[in-house]
């Protein structure tokens, strides 16, 4: 049996002192209705909602569960705004969205015209990649490259995506 995303997480954090420790290892859980309903693919809502995602995580992420009323507000200037779905932000205050048409996972910077970039094809393929470049700080592993990352997602080194500004 494999381990679950919360186990994975926990056990990641082990080495983080104690004091520090609950503030940046907690998992957030989406509402699988409320994702469905905003017309998330089902196989992310259930991801979302039953393994969790980290609150905070390096990058500089967030992720929060927005409320309704505000979705149309947070992705204003974003065009065809209906077909993503927000789950968090970047340290930029830059919106990170679920594609709603293909499942992919992307970000609009709002300093760049809302210019999309890509993340990752697929929320079970975020986490990986966030767990792997989070065990990289947590580990000060200097020798992480994007070719670790494609390992996960061989999209990730595309044209405008984030994760080879990210890896250095």
């Not at 082990?14 to 503030?23: G, L, Q, T």
């Not at 290892?25 to 909602?49: H, M, W």
Request: charged residues 25%; negative net charge; contains cysteine.
């Amino acid at each position: 049996m494999s381990e679950s995303n919360k186990e994975k997480w926990k056990r990641l954090f082990s080495k983080v002192p104690e004091d520090i420790r609950e503030d940046v290892s907690q998992l957030i859980y989406f509402d699988y209705n409320t994702l469905v309903n905003n017309g998330v693919l089902k196989e992310t809502a259930q991801f979302l909602s039953t393994e969790g995602f980290p609150e905070n995580s390096a990058p500089f992420l967030s992720f929060s569960i927005s409320d309704d009323s505000k979705i149309e507000s947070l992705l204003n200037g974003i065009d065809d705004s209906t077909n993503y779905y927000p789950i968090g932000s970047n340290g930029s205050g830059d919106i990170i969205a679920v594609q709603k048409d293909n499942d992919n996972i992307v970000y609009f910077n709002h300093d760049d015209f809302h210019k999309k970039i890509f993340i990752n094809s697929n929320i079970r393929k975020f986490f990986d990649s966030l767990y792997l470049f989070q065990e990289s700080k947590i580990n000060k592993v200097e020798s992480l490259s994007i070719n670790d990352f494609i390992k996960i997602d061989s999209n990730c080194n595309s044209k405008n995506s984030m994760w080879p500004n990210e890896v250095y």
